[in-house]
């Protein structure tokens, strides 16, 4: 802990954005005003290692920001849901007492229950926070008692997660540390620089001992430029890519046999399989876009490697390559990888996913599915994928025995924004039959259909307890500062709720400090040790995972590690590549002929940070810019500067052109790119969201952003920004 002058304290709290890094984070407090003065990495947490990114080095200009919201309010009779100008929002509200807005909430609910049944209610979350409790806890409980539909939060990594299970039977992977030792590391569909900076110094400390990056991204992100060699493959093609890499491997046995007989199931046959021509490095070029050279040596150097002296192959995979039609297949077959070639059994070895479910919370007893039953439904309600809101919104219910959604609770979410096609979502958000109630730090897209909006607290401003996606170390998060407001956590909310709603359990009656004690209860091997109290003394404490005779933890490098239920890797069924409908390659449309990359911003997360003025500087390169290949744009006449319109069935956007020639191009030709932002923010009112489709992914019901054709033309006669 660093030295504290007199009248400030220093409170560790967990940066609970949705980043794989979950930052330990040392803020300042002053004692007499309870103002947080700074914010700082943990020096002492081992992944943090005392710097935080960007964004949140900058975070008090979020939590003090004079827009943060601070009041429930009330839409005002008679205003029409939807877009409001940033900044005025607070003109369409009035202001209420939590008092009011709580007995409003819990009146109509019932009434919407009553009349509709209580699966007409629709609970609506994703990751705005990431802590155990903020994520889901009471909420969950309050949906459950209430007999609400359940939402399945497909939106991020359903697919690539249910790839993990269906291959290794957890979602466990090489801490991020052990990428230090690796001799080859391999960035398959990730943006470490831009959304995983924590990897970062890990892989620079293995390329000063001598290890190659290589990145297998569409888009030359900052990661890419910073590569030995950028694959810049077609995208969802990295099924055909993995199968041409196994070929090789087969070809030149570079596989590990006796680690493949001892651990895993099915290696025969996919030997056979890879070793078809049509597999062959020669066949994936054309589609992959990746020449036969390229291929050739990204297999060798991955099956060679860890046998030259330096460490062994590395793969942080991450879920760009599954936010595609072809998604759940290309994470479950690069997963598959390091089981050829036996690199889990070396450290430094192995691949990245996510870690998540290493962390062996609870989540029963926190969610307490049981209390359906004792809802008016009496049975588990039904489940709605959250990619399709736009459907729920607007078409079901169509159909006689379908329930309609009446009510809509959004929180941790900014639907309207970063929901697929969404067009069709906002159509829904502007129903007047619907009864919309938003909680949130800021006014959103989201909050401008809302007919109340309720204030919540950062996480500053509440306790929790994390694990991480990026890493294996359990932090607690103390609370450092007071709501700002009137704001509540999501906890408060739904336990005050569920009160208000006549919910005599005592599980309405727990706090943060009972819902942690609860979510750590378990008897799992790699919490032993680990307590709420342990945790509150010393922060953060790495899992207590099994290790070998040389005290090293390396998942999956035995057979005891798989939760498969063959109880090894899994290799079957075989991965087949099947070309994405939406793809050049691919038989849904000849109309639109290039594919387009909604990506993520490197400063925002999500649309979290949007509304913030040092945040929109660090991202003014990119803001309202279509990226694309001198060649794609000759062939339309556009200029660089040139307002152009974008557009496919479902929606168009108009943004400026942002030209590359060869060598500054940040995509191929065919493939155009633009970024998430926040609808009111952007040109026409409509984010790149308006064109992305509401189509899941081929298994995990994941959604597939990057999945999308567009056709884009000059917008005639208008001036650019
Ligand atoms: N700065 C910042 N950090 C973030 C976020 C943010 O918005 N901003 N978001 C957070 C969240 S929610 C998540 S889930 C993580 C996600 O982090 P990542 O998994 O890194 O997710 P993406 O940025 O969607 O995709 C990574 C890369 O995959 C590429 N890609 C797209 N299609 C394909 C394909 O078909 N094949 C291959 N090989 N690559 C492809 C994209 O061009 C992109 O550069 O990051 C988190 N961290
Ligand atoms: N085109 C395109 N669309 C995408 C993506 C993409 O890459 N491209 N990425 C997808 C992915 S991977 C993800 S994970 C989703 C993310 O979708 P979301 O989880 O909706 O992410 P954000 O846009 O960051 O919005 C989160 C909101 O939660 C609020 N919030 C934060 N903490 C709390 C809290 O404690 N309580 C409450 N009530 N609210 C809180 C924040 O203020 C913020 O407005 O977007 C998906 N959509
Ligand atoms: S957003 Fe990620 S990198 Fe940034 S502070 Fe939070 S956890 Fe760390
Ligand atoms: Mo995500």
Not at 300 to 309: C, H, I, M, N, P
Request: charged fraction near 20%; aromatic fraction near 8%.
């Amino acid at each position: 802990m660093p030295v504290t002058a007199l009248n400030t304290k220093v409170v560790h709290a967990v940066c609970t954005h949705d980043c794989p890094d979950s930052c330990g984070v040392l803020v300042t407090v002053d004692k007499l005003t309870g103002r947080a003065t700074k914010v700082q990495g943990d020096p002492a947490h081992p992944v943090t290692r005392g710097f935080l990114c960007g964004k949140v080095a900058r975070y008090l200009d979020r939590v003090y920001s004079p827009e943060r919201l601070l009041y429930p309010m009330r839409r005002k009779p008679g205003v029409p849901k939807g877009p409001l100008p940033q900044g005025r929002e607070a003109e369409a509200f009035e202001r209420i007492s939590w008092d009011e807005a709580l007995g409003l909430i819990a009146h109509r609910l019932q009434a919407i229950a009553n009349e509709f049944g209580s699966e007409s209610i629709l609970p609506y979350s994703y990751a705005g926070t990431i802590g155990q409790l903020g994520y889901g806890s009471m909420d969950r409980r309050f949906f459950h008692r209430l007999g609400a539909s359940q939402l399945d939060r497909t939106i991020c990594s359903s697919a690539g997660g249910e790839a993990l299970l269906r291959v290794y039977g957890v979602k466990l992977g090489t801490p991020p540390q052990d990428f230090a030792y690796a001799g080859l590391i391999v960035v398959w569909g990730g943006n470490v620089h831009g959304n995983n900076i924590h990897l970062w110094p890990f892989i620079e400390e293995a390329r000063r001992k001598g290890a190659k990056l290589i990145v297998i991204d569409p888009y030359k992100t900052r990661t890419a430029a910073l590569a030995d060699e950028h694959l810049a493959i077609n995208p969802g093609t990295d099924v055909l890519l993995a199968l041409a890499v196994m070929h090789v491997i087969f070809r030149d046995g570079l596989e590990d046999v006796a680690y493949l007989r001892e651990c895993t199931t099915g290696w025969e046959e996919l030997r056979t399989h890879a070793l078809r021509e049509e597999h062959s490095p020669a066949r994936a070029e054309g589609i992959t876009g990746i020449a036969v050279e390229a291929i050739e040596r990204l297999a060798t150097a991955y099956g060679r490697a860890g046998s030259d002296g330096r460490g062994p192959a590395a793969i942080r995979l991450n879920y760009g390559i599954q936010r595609g039609e072809a998604g759940g297949t290309a994470a479950r077959i690069v997963a598959m990888l390091p089981l050829l070639t036996g690199s889990w059994k070396q450290r430094g070895g192995g691949m990245q996913l996510s870690t998540s479910g290493s962390f062996p919370w609870n989540t029963a007893k926190l969610h307490m599915p049981e209390l359906m039953k004792a809802s008016p439904l009496g049975r588990a309600a039904r489940v709605i994928n959250m990619n399709t809101l736009g459907h729920a919104l607007t078409e079901l219910g169509n159909a006689a025995d379908e329930v309609p959604v009446k009510a809509l609770f959004v929180y941790n979410c900014n639907a309207a924004a970063v929901a697929p096609d969404s067009n069709r979502v906002l159509e829904g958000l502007r129903r007047d039959d619907l009864f919309t109630v938003v909680h949130e730090q800021f006014f959103t897209d989201t909050t401008d259909y809302a007919d109340v909006v309720l204030p919540a607290t950062t996480f500053l401003e509440a306790k929790d307890v994390m694990g991480a996606y990026g890493h294996l170390i359990a932090q607690i998060s103390e609370q450092a500062i007071a709501p700002l407001g009137e704001a509540r956590s999501n906890v408060e909310l739904f336990s005050e709720l569920g009160r208000r709603m006549g919910f005599t359990e005592a599980a309405f009656n727990d706090d943060a400090d009972a819902l942690i004690a609860q979510t750590m209860d378990t008897p799992h091997p790699f919490f032993a040790g680990i307590t709420k109290e342990r945790l509150e003394r010393e922060k953060h404490i790495p899992l207590t995972l099994p290790v070998n005779a040389a005290g090293e933890a390396l998942p999956f490098s035995d057979a005891s590690w798989f939760r498969t239920a063959s109880g090894k890797g899994e290799l079957l069924p075989l991965p087949e590549f099947v070309m994405p409908a939406e793809s050049r390659g691919g038989t849904a449309s000849r109309k639109f002929p290039l594919e387009f990359l909604p990506r993520k911003a490197d400063n925002y997360m999500n649309t979290t940070f949007a509304n913030i003025p040092v945040h929109q500087q660090m991202e003014r390169r990119t803001e309202g810019m279509l990226e694309m290949h001198a060649t794609d744009a000759a062939a339309r006449g556009i200029a660089n500067g040139d307002a152009v319109s974008i557009w496919n069935d479902r929606g168009r956007i108009t943004l400026t052109a942002l030209i590359g020639t060869n060598g500054d191009a940040k995509v191929a030709a065919g493939v155009v790119a633009a970024r998430l932002d926040w609808q009111k923010l952007a040109r026409d009112g409509n984010n790149v969201n308006a064109l992305t489709s509401q189509a899941l992914t081929d298994f995990g019901g994941g959604a597939t952003f990057y999945s999308t054709l567009v056709e884009v033309k000059k917008v005639a006669g208008v001036a650019a920004d």
